[in-house]
């Protein structure tokens, strides 16, 4: 039976009855009316964690995060299966050889998230009766540093281990965002060019903001809070808004971008404007306010990258990744951290 399926059509009340009903039947009440899984099927097990632990009713999840689960799940059922063993058949043994086989075949992002996976359904089974001891205390898990990883594409049998980092330590940073300015070769509007390039860098690295939030920037986005910083509203994935603070260095070279193109410096909200267009070589550049593009940024990054000699699979979201890091090595609360990049964050992991 699919309780999933079956529990989200039914209101509190008939929660509550087919609860008693179900539980009492199958024999899955002690004395004390507790949950107890000690007689259980393996079945009723596996649909108890599914349904208490992973996918209360009260939460949603995304596909993302569906998948994982399911990843999870038949990660362990097939080592089970491959060695012939059961649920109720995991002991110590067991526990510390799928943990052994898990770091070996995993690279660090992975293990942990299916090592956490694990740890659940232990504990689970251990307040639940089905397992006589806290086994969940022998699993260790590998150590993942701070930040941003691609895992390379090996064969279905390999072990996923080799990685690459996909971020700039502070000082490369720097350096990479001092070439924006200087790839610019056109005599016609060098200065406003330069300008806009030099804010481009700087916007990356100290905002954390996605590519497509950076270029769908607006002078409506930017205000003033209360205490007189200054903020910018975007519109993040999954049309969630957020507020990003602008630091100082940044909002000086944003306001010497302003006063470069022509524009004014006073802050007005209701201004849609594109921050960023195009600076075409005609006689009245500034009046074509054509957005500026994916490919233009890309180019203007790719280009910086290739003057400073710099590894030449920087993309323009390296920086988001740096800024992420960075600011977990400066302290900052992973919630500060959360909310200022929207990303989902758990221990050690960090996940775009």
């Given at each position: 039976?699919?309780?999933?399926?079956?529990?989200?059509?039914?209101?509190?009340?008939?929660?509550?009855?087919?609860?008693?009903?179900?539980?009492?039947?199958?024999?899955?009440?002690?004395?004390?009316?507790?949950?107890?899984?000690?007689?259980?099927s393996e079945q009723d097990f596996l649909e108890l964690f599914f349904l208490e632990k992973l996918f209360p009713q009260d939460k949603k999840f995304s596909l993302h995060t569906v998948k994982a689960y399911r990843s999870d799940a038949k990660t362990l059922l097939t080592f089970l299966t491959d060695h012939?063993?059961?649920?109720?058949?995991?002991?110590?043994?067991?526990?510390?050889?799928?943990?052994?086989?898990?770091?070996?075949?995993?690279?660090?992002?992975?293990?942990?998230?299916?090592?956490?996976?694990?740890?659940?359904?232990?504990?689970?089974?251990?307040?639940?009766?089905?397992?006589?001891?806290?086994?969940?205390?022998?699993?260790?898990?590998?150590?993942?540093?701070?930040?941003?990883?691609?895992?390379?594409?090996?064969?279905?049998?390999?072990?996923?281990?080799?990685?690459?980092?996909?971020?700039?330590?502070?000082?490369?940073?720097?350096?990479?965002?001092?070439?924006?300015?200087?790839?610019?070769?056109?005599?016609?509007?060098?200065?406003?060019?330069?300008?806009?390039?030099?804010?481009?860098?700087?916007?990356?690295?100290?905002?954390?903001?996605?590519?497509?939030?950076?270029?769908?920037?607006?002078?409506?986005?930017?205000?003033?809070?209360?205490?007189?910083?200054?903020?910018?509203?975007?519109?993040?994935?999954?049309?969630?808004?957020?507020?990003?603070?602008?630091?100082?260095?940044?909002?000086?070279?944003?306001?010497?971008?302003?006063?470069?193109?022509?524009?004014?410096?006073?802050?007005?909200?209701?201004?849609?404007?594109?921050?960023?267009?195009?600076?075409?070589?005609?006689?009245?550049?500034?009046?074509?306010?054509?957005?500026?593009?994916?490919?233009?940024?890309?180019?203007?990054?790719?280009?910086?990258?290739?003057?400073?000699?710099?590894?030449?699979?920087?993309?323009?979201?390296?920086?988001?990744?740096?800024?992420?890091?960075?600011?977990?090595?400066?302290?900052?609360?992973?919630?500060?951290?959360?909310?200022?990049?929207?990303?989902?964050?758990?221990?050690?992991?960090?996940?775009?």
């Amino acid at each position: 039976m699919n309780y999933l399926a079956l529990l989200k059509n039914m209101n509190d009340e008939q929660y509550l009855a087919y609860l008693k009903d179900h539980l009492k039947d199958r024999h899955l009440l002690d004395e004390n009316r507790n949950l107890s899984l000690a007689n259980s099927s393996e079945q009723d097990f596996l649909e108890l964690f599914f349904l208490e632990k992973l996918f209360p009713q009260d939460k949603k999840f995304s596909l993302h995060t569906v998948k994982a689960y399911r990843s999870d799940a038949k990660t362990l059922l097939t080592f089970l299966t491959d060695h012939s063993l059961s649920f109720r058949d995991i002991g110590f043994p067991e526990v510390k050889a799928y943990n052994k086989f898990i770091k070996e075949k995993y690279a660090a992002k992975s293990a942990i998230r299916k090592l956490e996976f694990f740890r659940r359904l232990l504990n689970f089974g251990y307040e639940t009766q089905f397992y006589k001891a806290h086994l969940s205390t022998w699993i260790s898990k590998p150590v993942s540093k701070k930040g941003h990883y691609i895992i390379e594409e090996t064969r279905h049998e390999e072990a996923q281990t080799r990685i690459q980092v996909r971020e700039l330590n502070q000082r490369d940073a720097e350096f990479l965002i001092s070439f924006f300015p200087r790839i610019v070769k056109a005599t016609r509007n060098r200065e406003q060019l330069e300008k806009r390039n030099l804010l481009i860098g700087y916007l990356l690295y100290t905002t954390g903001l996605r590519a497509s939030e950076l270029l769908s920037l607006n002078w409506g986005s930017f205000r003033y809070n209360r205490k007189g910083f200054l903020f910018a509203d975007v519109i993040g994935k999954g049309k969630k808004p957020r507020s990003i603070p602008i630091r100082e260095e940044t909002k000086e070279i944003l306001f010497n971008y302003r006063s470069t193109i022509g524009e004014s410096v006073e802050i007005n909200i209701d201004d849609t404007s594109p921050l960023f267009f195009a600076l075409y070589n005609k006689n009245e550049p500034l009046l074509n306010k054509k957005r500026l593009t994916y490919p233009t940024l890309y180019k203007i990054v790719k280009e910086a990258v290739h003057m400073a000699g710099k590894n030449l699979k920087v993309t323009p979201h390296w920086f988001r990744h740096t800024f992420v890091t960075l600011l977990l090595e400066n302290d900052v609360p992973l919630a500060v951290v959360k909310d200022w990049a929207a990303i989902r964050i758990f221990p050690l992991l960090i996940y775009t």
